[in-house]
């Protein structure tokens, strides 16, 4: 039976954590969730062409959205993950993974006051 992967952080190294496994052949599940609601982005054009209005936001992310269910990388973006029990804010319970976590920074936009 092939290993069942999660990746928790839908970050740049999360989302390439999840590339990497399918790039070199991973058969099982692999799972990138993510607190976001958002597709993995990079933050640093994110945070100076985006944010200056020079760019749309989709070209700070990591791979379209749907690049992921192409690719059998199942996403959770939008949930919280408790380590201690290695259970989501959505239900979902994870039992024999392999698990990598990656923290993750927040970018946001200051809206004039």
């Known amino acids: 039976m092939a290993p069942r992967y999660v990746i928790i952080g839908a970050s740049l190294a999360g ?8 790039d070199e052949g991973a058969d099982g599940p692999v799972t990138l969730i993510g607190a976001e ?4 982005y990079e933050r640093p054009p994110l945070s100076k062409a985006y944010l200056r209005g020079d760019v749309p936001f989709d ?4 791979r379209p959205r749907a690049f992921y269910a192409e690719h059998g990388i199942e996403t ?5 993950v408790s380590s201690r029990l290695w259970s ?3 239900g979902a ?7 990598s976590r990656h923290r993750k920074c927040r970018a946001f936009r200051e809206e004039p006051t």
Do not use: N
């Open 76 to 80: 959770m973006f939008g949930t919280s």
């Open 37 to 40: 609601r958002e597709s993995p």
């Open 93 to 99: 319970g994870f039992r024999w993974i392999t698990a």
């Open 15 to 22: 989302a390439t954590a999840a590339i990497t496994l399918r």
């Open 88 to 90: 989501c804010s959505k």
């Open 59 to 62: 070209k700070a992310l990591v």
